[in-house]
């Protein structure tokens, strides 16, 4: 109740300040009513709406909030959805996500066009899709072939066929290897959650005492 | 004393120092000022300014002030929903605020009113098809209001149903993940103090709302029966199946007499499509459910079980027929979205059911064994693979060959298993577990104390026995009647 109106230079100071994800999640949530309630005005911003919805989309994509993501286009004003350019593109990008056409999802972050508002967070989440994916790929694949790996990683596969370093170049900067006599990548293992365990014991413990606390 | 402005928001000034009055006296402030407020007279009402109050400093007042404001409305427009009401009307946004910013302590006292102001919010929401605009508000409130008791009320389903409408399923969650451990029934009496006023409950400052008698709504087997269902059909939507499988074997396990309930037999068909996207088989229902209450689900969900039987067997031709020949079945009851993702899981289960024989496979041995369900290239299954482990349900490590792509190699490492065994997922459940616990144990305790069979009881019991023990050495006049306390030492023995 407290938040400042929603207009464009609030939305503009939103996205250029939020230090994280979550925290660009927390400052336009609370907008989403009043967004809904202005939608419904005769002389209602259309361009301002549009924007507020897809900035607030990307940082429901950013914070991994794929199934609330699908229901905020639900919820939405649905003739906005139809006719914004900007929410369409939402709409295909979700769609590549869901089903993970990853090269598809790198197509629509930065061949459609944004407006240069939303810009950033769009860029964010290139980046942010490009660093999950590196990582997953890193879990799912013992040796890779570097084409292959280019696809997932939105670089150019056709060129790391052809022998360009540029894809090696950069996989090998996150520790991944490649064997010379065969060529294939072998991604970099990540699964280290050794630093949580310390949660973890602690975690059992308090049910341990909670369980000894009651016997007897 | 003469009720004036003054006096009012005078008492109401006192009971913002909360910390500096005893409980008693706090509860004996509270309920003195309600009863000024519920006999003040429209006109004295009418000279307080919503504006001049803030809901957090003046709780109480604020309330009753909005409640008489939002009758005027109603009767000037002699319409139950005047537009004042509706979502950005004049008297929406006060109501809003109020809902955000109110002292929990307080309202407990003035349960019928709060009731009324979330009822008009609901009912405004939902009759101005704009149920998003009231769903958060109302989490916010049922959570400001009810801190840790977690007393279930008629307004939690209708609660769920506003999420439901307005699909907005995840801001349920606050009011969903929290345990339910309290119900009000209608055969309760609220405690009343020496001056006649309703006593809240003493054991959590920011207890359950007190209720006059015959002012609560009953609540009734439906009320309880929606709820989970509501609250199933989010976890659906969220695709938590643990979570809903849970809260649809509630529905479907609660008590009847004769018949079954449509409600119970809705949860029983999501339950069993719930059970297969879950588990890829027809979960046991459970033990609770009566054979005669069984034999009705049987006979009501029959599409639905020949549906499972096809899945379970792996028949997909079969299962294909059963989806079709039921088409019109799923979508009068609304499932036709379970249904469509059964597909995706047959396949997935297929999947993990050879991972789970094999140490390691080439994706050609797999699309041989799937070709019928149209997993039929290598290619296919190597994407499907991928997702599967990338998405944490499998864990397992692909490798492509160098030369002959037509196929890849799947090795599946023998010390871990799929999905379940995962670290992050265990320490996800340890604390959902122990939070649980917690909440159980502290209502067993206060079951105890109720039942007289808490740990001071006990203490006490066994101080006197001994004490019997010693005295019954010297003298059998200090020895104490046993049958006097009337303590069985296993008193669930004979029904055992």
Redesign the interface.
């Known amino acids: 109740?407290n938040t400042p109106p929603l207009s464009q230079e609030q939305l503009a100071a939103a996205i250029a300040s939020a230090a994280t994800p979550s925290k660009l999640y927390d400052i336009l949530s609370p907008y989403?009513?009043e967004a809904?309630?202005l939608s419904?005005q005769d002389n209602r911003q259309t361009e301002l709406l549009g924007q507020f919805y897809v900035a607030y989309f990307l940082s429901h994509l950013l914070t991994d909030?794929i199934?609330?993501a699908r229901?905020l286009t639900?919820?939405m004003p649905q003739d906005l959805l139809q006719t914004d350019d900007s929410l369409q593109n939402c709409v295909a990008l979700l769609r590549a996500i869901w089903q993970?056409k990853h090269e598809s999802v790198y197509t629509i972050l930065r061949e459609l066009p944004w407006s240069d508002t939303l810009k950033p967070i769009v860029q964010s989440y290139d980046t942010y899709f490009q660093e999950k994916t590196l990582r997953?790929?890193g879990?799912?694949?013992?040796?890779?072939?570097p084409a292959?790996a280019a696809s997932y990683l939105g670089l150019d596969p056709a060129a790391t066929e052809r022998g360009d370093p540029a894809t090696i170049v950069k996989l090998m900067a996150h520790g991944w290897t490649q064997d010379e006599q065969?060529?294939?990548l072998h991604p970099n293992a990540i699964l280290d959650?050794s630093q949580?365990d310390a949660?973890?014991d602690n975690?059992?413990s308090?049910?341990m005492a909670?369980?000894g606390s009651?016997r007897g | 004393m003469a009720e004036s402005v003054e006096h009012i928001i005078s008492l109401s000034s006192h009971l913002r120092s909360q910390d500096l009055l005893s409980e008693k006296d706090y509860q004996c402030r509270a309920q003195e000022l309600i009863a000024i407020l519920r006999r003040t007279s429209h006109s004295l009402l009418s000279e307080i300014v919503l504006t001049d109050l803030s809901p957090h400093e003046h709780t109480l007042p604020y309330l009753f002030v909005l409640l008489y404001q939002i009758d005027l409305a109603r009767s000037r427009a002699r319409s139950a929903l005047p537009d004042d009401i509706k979502p950005g009307g004049r008297l929406w946004f006060p109501a809003v605020q109020f809902l955000g910013d109110f002292k929990g302590p307080q309202v407990r006292f003035a349960g019928h009113e709060w009731r009324q102001l979330v009822n008009m919010i609901l009912d405004a929401a939902e009759g101005d098809s704009k149920a998003l605009l009231a769903v958060r508000v109302l989490s916010d409130a049922i959570m400001r209001l009810d801190q840790n008791v977690c007393e279930f009320s008629s307004l939690h389903a209708r609660f769920l149903r506003l999420c439901l409408l307005s699909q907005s399923y995840s801001y349920a969650l606050p009011v969903l993940d929290r345990h339910i451990s309290s119900i009000h029934t209608s055969l309760e009496q609220p405690a009343r103090g020496g001056n006649g006023y309703l006593l809240a409950s003493n054991s959590d400052a920011n207890n359950c709302i007190v209720e006059a008698p015959g002012i609560s709504p009953r609540l009734t087997h439906k009320d309880v029966a929606q709820h989970y269902l509501y609250g199933a059909m989010i976890y659906i939507a969220l695709k938590e199946w643990d979570k809903a499988l849970h809260w649809l074997s509630v529905v479907i396990s609660l008590p009847v007499v004769n018949s079954v309930s449509k409600v119970m037999i809705e949860a029983f068909k999501k339950w069993v499509l719930v059970g297969l996207l879950r588990h890829g088989k027809l979960v046991t229902a459970p033990k609770i459910i009566s054979s005669h209450v069984m034999k009705i689900y049987q006979a009501v969900a029959r599409p639905y079980l020949s549906l499972a039987d096809a899945f379970v067997k792996s028949d997909e031709q079969r299962l294909r027929t059963e989806a079709d020949l039921g088409k019109s079945v799923w979508c009068a009851d609304l499932n036709s979205g379970l249904v469509r993702q059964l597909f995706q899981a047959y396949d997935m289960f297929l999947v993990l059911k050879l991972c789970s024989v094999f140490s390691a496979l080439t994706t050609k041995d797999i699309a041989g064994i799937a070709a019928s369900s149209g997993l039929d290239s290598p290619a296919k299954i190597e994407n499907l693979i991928a997702l599967l482990v990338m998405s944490g349900v499998l864990e397992a490590r692909l490798l492509q060959r160098p030369c002959d792509r037509s196929f890849s190699m799947l090795r599946l490492p023998k010390s871990t298993q799929p999905y379940y065994c995962s670290r992050s997922r265990m320490r996800v459940g340890l604390v959902t577990k122990s939070h649980a616990l917690k909440v159980l144990t502290y209502n067993s305790e206060e079951c105890n104390n109720e039942l007289k069979i808490g740990r001071e009881n006990i203490d006490l019991l066994v101080r006197c026995q001994g004490l019997s023990g010693v005295a019954g050495k010297g003298s059998s006049r200090g020895s104490i009647d046993h049958a006097a306390f009337g303590v069985d030492e296993d008193i669930m023995g004979d029904l055992s």
Not at chain 1, 139 to 145: D, G, K, L, Q, V
């Open positions: 109740m989403e009513e809904y309630l419904f909030k199934y609330e229901f639900k919820r993970h997953e790929v879990r799912a694949y013992e040796t890779i072939r292959t065969t060529g294939l959650d949580q949660q973890l975690d059992i308090e049910i909670l369980i009651r």
